[in-house]
C-alpha cells in the first residue's frame, strides 16, 4: 500500500485549516497503492491497486491527524491476467479469505519547517498486524478548481518484509522478501455541516 497523507508549505496553508482538524474525502480518480518486488534478480514485478477508500483527518496547527484507508486487494493490476489471478490466489494475497489491506495511523511527523515527513501507523494484511512507517516524498495542499474545494496530496513509500505478514510464497527461491510499496493519495477537504 507509496498508501496515503499530508505536509504543508509556508503560512497561508496554516490560515486555511485554522486550529481545527479537517475531514477530508479520499479523491478515487488520483488514489492508488502499488508495489515492487524483485524477481529473481532478473526484473522487477510491479502491480497496483486502484480501488482505495477510507477516512482522513488533518490539522495543521496541532501537527496532527487520522488516517484509516482500505485497499480492496482483489483489485490488483499487475500486466496480465495470469499473473493477476495468482496474485489473488492463497499463494498471495488470498482475496478470498482476505479481501483488504488497511493501513491506520493518527502519528503524523514533521521537521522543524513544517513539512510532513512520515505517517507511522499499523498495517493489517493477511489477518495479521503490524507496524508500518510511510514516509512522504512530497505533500502538498492546493485549491483544486474542478472540485472547487481545497485539495491535500502526495507520495508516500515504504519498504516491507512480506514474511512479516505470512506472505511467505517462493521467499527463499527468490532469496529477497523485501517489497517497495507506495501510496498516491489526493483528498478534497469536506465542508463543515451547517
Known sequence: MRFSIFALAG??????FGAHAAEYAIDPHHTYATFAIDHNGASINR???DNVSG?????????SGKVDVSVD??????GSQQFNDHLRSPDLFNVAKFPAMRFVSD???????GKLTEVQGQM??????????LKASQFTCYENHMAKAEACGGDFEATIDRTLWGMN??????GNAQVRIGVTIEAFRKQPAQ
Open 11 to 16: 503560512a497561508a496553508a496554516l490560515t486555511a
Open 47 to 49: 502491480g497496483r491497486f
Open 55 to 63: 477516512t482522513i483527518e488533518f490539522d495543521l496547527a496541532a501537527r
Open 73 to 78: 486487494a482483489n483489485a490488483v493490476s499487475a
Open 107 to 113: 502519528k503524523f511527523v514533521f521537521d522543524d519547517g
Open 124 to 133: 493489517t494484511l493477511l489477518g495479521q498486524t503490524h507496524p508500518l512507517v
Open 169 to 174: 510464497y517462493a521467499a527463499k527461491e527468490m
